[in-house]
């Protein structure tokens, strides 16, 4: 099974994250996309008056934990691909391997 995430997903499953990490309400989160040649994607987060960065592992966890978390999903059975294209803009693609 594969489920594809729109930027919107993306954005949303980060300030879930975040949210949790920082003990606030996603609505408090507020992040703006990157992209370039030489790092790939990554994303600033402000959050309870402090500013990261996240780069794709952060991104990816931040999925994996979204998924677990809202939809019960089990994290330890997702392959999380990050992606970029110019008209969609940041994109990602989970499979999931049960054995």
């Given at each position: 099974?594969?489920?594809?995430?729109?930027?919107?997903?993306?954005?949303?499953?980060?300030?879930?994250?975040?949210?949790?990490?920082?003990?606030?309400?996603?609505?408090?989160?507020?992040?703006?996309?990157?992209?370039?040649?030489?790092?790939?994607?990554?994303?600033?987060?402000?959050?309870?008056?402090?500013?990261?960065?996240?780069?794709?592992?952060?991104?990816?966890?931040?999925?994996?934990?979204?998924?677990?978390?809202?939809?019960?999903?089990?994290?330890?059975?997702?392959?999380?691909?990050?992606?970029?294209?110019?008209e969609d803009?940041?994109?990602?693609?989970?499979s999931f391997?049960?054995?």
């Amino acid at each position: 099974m594969k489920i594809y995430f729109d930027e919107q997903d993306v954005a949303n499953a980060i300030c879930v994250y975040a949210a949790d990490l920082e003990g606030i309400r996603p609505e408090s989160v507020q992040i703006e996309f990157l992209f370039n040649e030489d790092d790939g994607v990554s994303c600033e987060v402000s959050a309870n008056h402090r500013n990261l960065i996240y780069f794709e592992q952060q991104i990816s966890d931040a999925i994996g934990f979204y998924l677990e978390e809202i939809h019960r999903f089990s994290s330890y059975a997702m392959e999380i691909i990050i992606g970029f294209d110019e008209e969609d803009g940041i994109t990602s693609e989970i499979s999931f391997v049960y054995s």
